[in-house]
């Protein structure tokens, strides 16, 4: 299976300890993307890198929170001193850069299984 | 950018045609109009993308009225198996403008 992959599926932790996500995406694509997913909603976005270059921010991710793509490949998201409202389900995608630019829509995104995460 | 509506949930049964129309009312010239399942415990998976007129693929139709204000994503003789939220998204850039709403809630039943 060449899709994006990531680790680990489950994480159960108490407050204020601090946790690690890893996402593998689609080996060709350039585009990395972490979004939050709470029950009953959809995806939100958190952030996005472009190879190893981290482009945006979403204002929902907090300074607790961290994110890295060190060679431009794999990503990590980090939060630092979980509390009970950072339960959710966490979502890597990526995507390829269009060539000739982006027509507003065009992208296309491939999301792995998600890292369900519980604090507790 | 393009703020969608679309009917929280809908039931359907086994072998029936389900339309889900997505209102998008702002539409700009350049956007195009998306939409993606998900699945219980799973990232969302592309369906169908569509700029206007009809497009259709192996899963879904999506139809697109002239003036673009709508859009329906039409799945054919659903099946259990479709049972999962459906979300319509316009108007996408890459980065923070890829808006998902609380989506359409489908359940078919047997």
Redesign the interface.
């Known amino acids: 299976d060449t899709g994006?992959s990531q680790n680990p599926r489950h994480k159960i932790t108490k407050r204020g300890q601090n946790v690690t996500f890893r996402c593998d995406p689609i080996s060709e694509h350039n585009?990395l993307?972490w979004y939050r997913q709470t029950l009953?909603?959809?995806?939100?976005?958190l952030t996005?890198f472009q190879n190893e270059a981290q482009?945006?921010k979403?204002r929902l991710l907090s300074d607790r929170f961290s994110a890295e793509r060190p060679k431009g490949s794999f990503s990590t998201l980090e939060i630092q001193r979980t509390e009970q409202g950072d339960s959710a389900?966490y979502?890597?995608?990526s995507?390829e850069k269009e060539m000739g630019g982006?027509?507003?829509?065009?992208?296309?995104?491939?999301?792995?299984?998600?890292t369900?995460l519980l604090v507790l | 950018l393009a703020k969608t509506t679309q009917p929280i949930s809908m039931d359907s049964y086994e072998g029936q045609e389900v339309n889900i129309t997505c209102s998008h009312n702002n539409i700009a010239t350049n956007d195009y109009i998306t939409w993606y399942q998900q699945f219980p415990s799973q990232g969302p998976r592309f369906i169908i993308q569509g700029y206007k007129t009809k497009v259709t693929n192996e899963v879904a139709s999506l139809f697109i009225p002239a003036d673009r204000k709508s859009s329906t994503l039409s799945l054919p003789r659903v099946s259990l198996s479709d049972t999962a939220v459906y979300y319509c998204l316009v108007g996408i850039r890459y980065g923070q403008n890829f808006v998902f709403g609380p989506g359409t809630r489908l359940s078919v039943l047997p």
């Not at chain 1, 027509?103 to 792995?112: D, I, K, L, R, V």
């Open positions: 994006v585009r993307y009953g909603q959809g995806p939100e976005f996005y482009l945006e979403s389900m979502l890597c995608a995507s982006v027509s507003a829509g065009q992208e296309t995104q491939y999301f792995g299984p998600g369900r």
